[in-house]
């Protein structure tokens, strides 16, 4: 299934070296540090892979720095000896659930990389490997990809870079999907997920790129089910009534259990500082806010069912309008 593969410890690769290299291209094997290759290090308590700068990353790769970190691993800048220039590599944590995310995205990043040859939508996967049970991930570091793995870029192009937890509809839905601040209703209530799903969160993103905030701030499912409330209105008692035995704590008659069910004061003040959608939207937006909470509302209704799908948002006069060259 999956190709360009390159196992560290294992296989030995021929190497294209820049000028100034005298590294060799000796591989890590069977725990005995060779030249060529650093020493061997304990992951930190975290399961993140421990570097030096100036290691090698398999005979391939030479560690210039670090590009960031997150909840599946870090990025690193590196050079690559055999196409001669830098790249990014994601060095996904050593733990088990975090290697099994990884190959879903490297199969996810193939297949989306087959239609958008161009790389103008989404991160380009140059190469893969598996080095001493970190998952790497190499993709393009050229000065155009790089502003969207550590700053605002100057201009309003957007690429997607991180399919960390990307998932497939036809896997198990018992389990819990999305980053949480846009993680959907039906899914902390329990009431199983599709496609739908990810246009809830990007009606999240949408007003987080407005506003410059998320728009739901919260770790815990029941205040985040009220801050849905207070920004958007009640939640449709058919959801509450169905939801599943490890949600229906947050229910009390027919209704979410707020304030009442808060776990502190703090909790309860989080969720009143909150402004209605409309509100929000207009403090940040003067021309086409009309447009905007119209296409945001169909993105953000609590029902999947009612919900727009990808193909009519992308549809909505919000997209079609002039003011898309003035923002």
């Given at each position: 299934m999956f190709c360009g593969q390159e196992v560290g410890n294992v296989t030995s690769f021929a190497s294209s070296r820049a000028p100034s290299d005298h590294t060799s291209s000796t591989l890590f094997v069977k725990g005995v540090a060779r030249n060529g290759s650093p020493p061997w290090r304990e992951d930190d308590k975290d399961g993140h892979y421990m570097f030096a700068l100036g290691d090698n990353l398999t005979s391939?790769?030479?560690?210039?720095?670090?590009?960031?970190?997150?909840?599946?691993g870090q990025v690193l800048e590196c050079w690559d000896r055999e196409q001669k220039e830098m790249v990014a590599i994601k060095i996904v944590r050593g733990i088990k659930k975090y290697?099994?995310?990884?190959?879903?995205?490297?199969?996810?990043?193939?297949?989306?990389?087959?239609?958008?040859?161009g790389g103008n939508r989404c991160v380009q996967i140059r190469n893969w490997f598996d080095y001493r049970?970190?998952?790497?991930?190499?993709?393009?570091?050229?000065?155009?990809?790089?502003?969207?793995?550590k700053r605002v870029p100057k201009s309003s192009a957007i690429k997607v870079i991180d399919f960390g937890s990307t998932t497939y509809d036809r896997q198990n839905q018992n389990y819990i999907v999305s980053t949480r601040h846009y993680r959907a209703p039906e899914v902390i209530l329990g009431l199983g997920w599709s496609y739908p799903c990810d246009?809830?969160?990007?009606?999240?993103?949408?007003?987080?790129?407005c506003s410059g905030e998320a728009l739901?701030?919260?770790h815990e499912n029941l205040e985040h089910l009220a801050m849905m409330e207070?920004?958007?209105?009640?939640?449709?008692?058919?959801?509450?009534?169905?939801?599943?035995?490890?949600a229906e704590k947050y229910v009390r008659r027919g209704k979410l259990d707020w304030p009442e069910g808060?776990?502190?004061?703090?909790?309860?003040?989080?969720?009143?500082?909150?402004?209605?959608?409309?509100?929000?939207?207009?403090?940040?937006?003067?021309?086409?806010?009309?447009?905007?909470?119209?296409?945001?509302?169909?993105?953000?209704?609590?029902?999947?069912?009612?919900?727009?799908?990808?193909r009519e948002a992308l549809r909505h006069p919000f997209f079609a309008g002039d003011h898309l060259r003035r923002i």
């Open positions: 391939r790769y030479k560690i210039h720095g670090k590009m960031g970190e997150g909840t599946f290697r099994e995310a990884a190959m879903i995205e490297v199969e996810v990043l193939q297949q989306l990389g087959k239609n958008d040859k049970n970190h998952i790497c991930i190499a993709s393009s570091r050229s000065p155009k990809d790089s502003s969207y793995f246009v809830w969160s990007v009606g999240c993103i949408l007003v987080e790129l739901f701030q919260t207070r920004v958007l209105g009640p939640l449709p008692h058919h959801m509450l009534k169905k939801a599943d035995r490890h808060a776990a502190s004061r703090e909790s309860i003040k989080a969720v009143l500082k909150l402004p209605r959608l409309q509100n929000l939207i207009m403090q940040h937006v003067d021309h086409s806010a009309g447009d905007l909470i119209h296409l945001l509302q169909g993105l953000l209704k609590y029902d999947p069912s009612d919900r727009l799908t990808a």
